[in-house]
């Protein structure tokens, strides 16, 4: 049974940096494509970032620059460090995963990701 579990969410104020992370079982991580999205209440999911398995990423345009994704396989880890937060990054952020996939695919697409976490909340302050 394929499992995610994020964690390192938290207050933070304006500007300030968190580190999510997200602890994965049940399946291959080395195999697997992996993504993080947010959602904040009223909203679709969004602000994604992807890696696959040769570590290739792609970010979305509106966290491109203070947001980074990285994979430890040996960990079976996820994370995303977020810095220069803002007050409209608050939202649920989720990992997921596509499960097996090729080596060049990645994706922003969250129909994708067949497997996600519950979410971890990040609150920025002004």
């Known amino acids: 049974q394929v499992q995610l579990v994020e964690s390192g969410g938290g207050s933070v104020q304006s500007g300030g940096s968190l580190r999510l992370s997200c602890s994965a079982s049940?399946?291959?991580?080395?195999?697997?494509?992996m993504g993080w999205r947010r959602q904040a209440p009223g909203k679709e999911r969004e602000g994604g970032a992807s890696i696959n398995r040769g570590g290739d990423i792609d970010y979305a345009d509106s966290v491109k620059g203070r947001f980074a994704i990285s994979r430890d396989n040996a960990k079976n880890t996820l994370y995303r460090q977020m810095d220069s937060l803002k007050p409209e990054d608050t939202a649920m952020y989720y990992c997921?995963?596509?499960?097996?996939?090729?080596?060049?695919?990645?994706?922003?697409?969250?129909?994708?990701?067949?497997?996600w976490g519950q979410g971890t909340q990040v609150t920025v302050s002004s």
């Open positions: 049940g399946y291959n991580f080395n195999s697997g494509c």
């Open positions: 997921a995963t596509t499960g097996p996939c090729l080596p060049w695919f990645r994706s922003l697409v969250s129909k994708d990701y067949r497997y």
